[in-house]
């Protein structure tokens, strides 16, 4: 994580609910948080096809143009 950028990343693919116990316990032992925190019952996994991304500098809000404001 930053304080001065954030990313936005899609995958596409096929996804499916992890079910083997193997898989389960592997996915638990991984550092994935939810950015709101909850208890997270299930894990899902995605067989990657393509990954895009965006990268967006954070800092203060522009000043907004008075003729764009509705």
Same mark, same amino acid.
Do not use: N
């Given at each position: 994580?930053?304080? *001065?950028?954030?990313?936005?990343?899609?995958? *596409?693919?096929?996804?499916?609910? #992890?079910?083997?116990?193997?898989? /389960?316990?592997?996915?638990?032992? #991984?550092?994935?948080?939810?950015?709101?925190?909850?208890?997270?019952?299930?894990?899902?996994? /995605?067989?990657?096809?393509?990954?895009?991304?965006?990268?967006?500098?954070?800092?203060?809000?522009?000043?907004?143009?008075?003729? *764009? /404001?509705?």
């Amino acid at each position: 994580m930053s304080e *001065t950028e954030a990313w936005s990343v899609l995958v *596409t693919g096929a996804a499916r609910i #992890l079910d083997r116990d193997d898989e /389960i316990e592997r996915a638990e032992q #991984l550092d994935l948080r939810p950015l709101v925190p909850s208890i997270k019952r299930v894990f899902v996994a /995605i067989d990657i096809e393509r990954i895009t991304a965006r990268r967006f500098a954070l800092g203060p809000e522009p000043e907004a143009d008075p003729e *764009t /404001i509705a």
